[in-house]
C-alpha cells in the first residue's frame, strides 16, 4: 500500500545549526513530493515541491529537498536553523492509484535551542 | 491575493448549535478542501471539491455538511456535533484536483470546541 514515513517525532537542534528532516514513500512510481511547515495554531505553509527534473529543490524560507529515487526518499534539509524554524513539518505526497491520492507523513516537529 | 481566508478563528458551540465555517480565496483555484487536524496529528482529508462540485467525501458523518456557492466560496456546516469533533478545520485549495503536482495553500483555520 502507498504510504508515506517520517521516522523521527521530535528533532532538537541549537541555533545555526544545520538540519535534515527525513521523509520516506512507498509508491511504484515517482509520486509528487511537497514538504508543509506549520506553527503553532496555524495553517500549514508549503516549502518546496518535486515531481520531475532536478532532483534538487530550493524553496523558501532557505529550505531545499533533495529527491533520491533509490532510496524512496526527500529529505528537507536548511544549512543554518534560525529560532523561527521551531515548528512542525509535514512531508506529502500525491499519487493516482485508481483516483488521485494525496497523504501526509505524520510530521516532524523541531524545537531550536537559542 | 494569494490567500485562503477562514472566518471565524474559533468557534464554541453546545451540540444542539448550528454553526457555519467559511472559506474564501481569489487565486482562481479550481479545487477546494476542508481538512480536520486533531492536535499533534497530520491533517485528515474531509471533502474535495472541484469545479464547484463535491468529488471527494471521505465518509465524513452527515452532521458535517460542505457547500460550494461559487468557484471561490467553500462553506462547512456543522450540526449537532459532538465533543470529539473538536479541532483544527483547515480549507485548502490547488489550481486543480487531478493530475496534481500542485501543491496546497492553507487558511489559518478555524479552531472548533463543542461543549
Known amino acids: 500500500a502507498q504510504s508515506v514515513t517520517q521516522p523521527d517525532i521530535h528533532i532538537t537542534v541549537s541555533e545555526g545549526a544545520s538540519l535534515e528532516l527525513r521523509c520516506n514513500y512507498s509508491y511504484g512510481a515517482t509520486p509528487y513530493l511537497f514538504w508543509y511547515v506549520q506553527s503553532p495554531g496555524q495553517g500549514l505553509q508549503l516549502l518546496l515541491k518535486?515531481?520531475?527534473?532536478?532532483?534538487l529543490v530550493q524553496g523558501i524560507k532557505g529550505f531545499e529537498a533533495e529527491f533520491k529515487r533509490s532510496q524512496s526518499s526527500f529529505n528537507l534539509r536548511k544549512p543554518s536553523v534560525h529560532w523561527s524554524d521551531a515548528a512542525e513539518y509535514f512531508c506529502a505526497v500525491g499519487f493516482t492509484s485508481g483516483t488521485y491520492k494525496y497523504i501526509f507523513g505524520t510530521g516532524t516537529r523541531l524545537k531550536v535551542l537559542a | 491575493d494569494t490567500e485562503v481566508t477562514q472566518t471565524p478563528k474559533h468557534l464554541v458551540m453546545g451540540m444542539t448549535n448550528k454553526k457555519s465555517l467559511k472559506c474564501e480565496q481569489h487565486m482562481g483555484h479550481r479545487a477546494m478542501y476542508w481538512y480536520k487536524q486533531k492536535a499533534k496529528k497530520p491533517p485528515e482529508l474531509m471533502f474535495v471539491?472541484?469545479?464547484?462540485?463535491?468529488?471527494i467525501n471521505e465518509s465524513v458523518p452527515s452532521r458535517f455538511s460542505p457547500e460550494c456557492p461559487n468557484s471561490s466560496l467553500l462553506n462547512l456546516h456543522l450540526h449537532a456535533l459532538q465533543p470529539e469533533d473538536s479541532a483544527l478545520y483547515l480549507c485548502?485549495?490547488?489550481?486543480?484536483?487531478?493530475?496534481?503536482?500542485?501543491?496546497?495553500?492553507f487558511g489559518s483555520g478555524t479552531r472548533l470546541t463543542v461543549v
Open positions: 518535486y515531481f520531475s527534473g532536478d532532483t
Open positions: 485548502a485549495s490547488s489550481q486543480a484536483w487531478t493530475g496534481a503536482n500542485y501543491g496546497y495553500t
Open positions: 471539491y472541484s469545479y464547484e462540485k463535491l468529488s
